[in-house]
Each structure stands twice: as C-alpha cells, then as structure tokens.
C-alpha cells in the first residue's frame, strides 16, 4: 500500500509525457509542409486531389482512389487546349488532346501525370520522391515550358 502513491505518480508522468510526444510533427509531415509552402512562394499550387482514373495511380483500398499531390501553375492570359498524359517510361503518353505532346520527355522523378485545361497546367506526383524540394524550380519550368509548346 505505501507503493500505490509512486504507482498513481509514475502512471501520470508517462500518460502526461506519451501526449507530448504524441503531440510531436513527424520529420515527414514537416518536410511536406516546407516544401508546400515553397512551392507556394514561387507560384506554384500544391495540393492533395483524389487521384483521376486516368492517370493509373494505385487505388488506396478496393473502392477508394488513392490521394496524390497536384501542383499547378495559373496562366492568366494563356488559352491552353486541354490535354491528359500519363508518364511512361519517362515519356508523355497521351490520354487525351493533342497528339504534339506525345513522348515528350520527361527527366523529372516521381511524376504520374500531366494535365492541361483553360489556364492552367498541372501534374501529379508523388511528394514522397522529393522531400527537401530539389527538382520545384524545374517542376515550375516544365508546366511553363508544356503551356508555351
């Protein structure tokens, strides 16, 4: 019975410090959240979309589609023809529009696909390639160099 105090006080300290530490950003998640908002100072717009059909991307569960990140670029003044590819063998494939964007070549890693519409153009990707945020200068002038071809 004159242990039940130190019991009742050593209990707290672990439940009090389990939260703490349960309460702790993962390297991973704050890796994300800095490259996310890199890429938002340059002018890019990073954000998690469910991934379309098209572009191939492995479902989550049997009838849940997976979440990827699109990062796009916003052309204001730009008329872009609407087009879908998938990244194969580091090459565009066209899915949908038009067919000059065909094995484009594609040195980037981790992307799944492209799509273009309106004033926009985007790509799906997989964050987890890059987490120190290396290649979004050249993710940046890819979608650019694609919206002026």
């Not at 938002?40 to 589609?65: D, I």
């Not at 023809?81 to 090459?91: I, N, Q, T, W």
């Not at 964050?127 to 071809?149: G, H, I, P, S, Y």
């Amino acid at each position: 019975m004159e242990h039940t105090g130190l019991w009742v006080a050593l209990i707290i300290i672990i439940f009090v410090l389990g939260s703490i530490f349960g309460l702790r950003v993962s390297p991973r998640e704050k890796a994300l959240g800095l490259m996310r908002e890199k890429a938002r100072k340059m002018g890019l717009h990073p954000r998690l979309v469910a991934a379309p059909e098209w572009t191939k991307v492995p479902m989550a569960t049997e009838k849940r589609a997976s979440m990827v990140a699109y990062y796009s670029v916003l052309i204001p003044e730009a008329r872009l023809p609407l087009m879908r590819a998938r990244v194969e063998d580091s090459k565009l494939k066209i899915i949908q529009g038009d067919e000059k964007f065909n094995d484009f070549p594609i040195a980037l890693k981790g992307i799944y696909a492209i799509d273009m519409q309106a004033n926009c153009v985007g790509m799906y990707w997989d964050e987890e390639v890059d987490l120190r945020a290396t290649q979004l200068d050249d993710m940046k002038a890819l979608l650019l160099n694609l919206a002026e071809f």
